[in-house]
C-alpha cells in the first residue's frame, strides 16, 4: 500500500486548509480498514487528527474537532482533510496513513503546510 499527501503548502490565516490522500495497491473500502490524518509541528510530536473506516464512518481528535472534517471519494480511492479557520499554529507537516489509534502500518511521505500572511 502508497499513500500520497497532495495540497497547497500554503494557507493563509483564517483560511481552510484542504488536503488529499491518494492510496494505491489498496482499497480505501476494504473491510476493517481505516486512514487517519496526523501532524507534526516542527520540533514537537506527532498529533493525531481524524480518522475515516473503510465504511465511510469519521472520528475527529476532541481539540479539533469544530474545525475539522474527512471525507472520502471511492471512485478515486482517496480521502481528504478540511481545516478551517487555520492559524500559524496549524503549521506542521501532515502525514496520511494507514490505521488508527497509533497502530499504522502504512504512512505518505506528509506535506509541510505553513499558514501565513
Known amino acids: 500500500v502508497q499513500l500520497q499527501e497532495s495540497g497547497p503548502g500554503l494557507v493563509k490565516p483564517s483560511q481552510t486548509l484542504s488536503l488529499n490522500c491518494t492510496v494505491s495497491?489498496?482499497?480505501?473500502?476494504?473491510?476493517?480498514?481505516?486512514w487517519s490524518w496526523i501532524r507534526q509541528p516542527s520540533g514537537k510530536g506527532l498529533e493525531w487528527m481524524a480518522v475515516?473506516?473503510?465504511?465511510?464512518?469519521?472520528y475527529y481528535s476532541p481539540s479539533l474537532k469544530s474545525r475539522i472534517s474527512m471525507s472520502r471519494d471511492t471512485a478515486k480511492n482517496q480521502f481528504s482533510l478540511q481545516l478551517s479557520s487555520v492559524t500559524p499554529e496549524d503549521t506542521a507537516v501532515y502525514y496520511c496513513?494507514?490505521?488508527?489509534?497509533?497502530?499504522?502500518?502504512?504512512w505518505g511521505q506528509g506535506t509541510q503546510v505553513t499558514v501565513s500572511s
Open positions: 496513513a494507514k490505521g488508527r489509534a497509533r497502530t499504522y502500518d502504512y
Open positions: 495497491g489498496g482499497s480505501i473500502t476494504t473491510f476493517n480498514y481505516a
Open positions: 475515516i473506516t473503510y465504511d465511510g464512518s469519521t
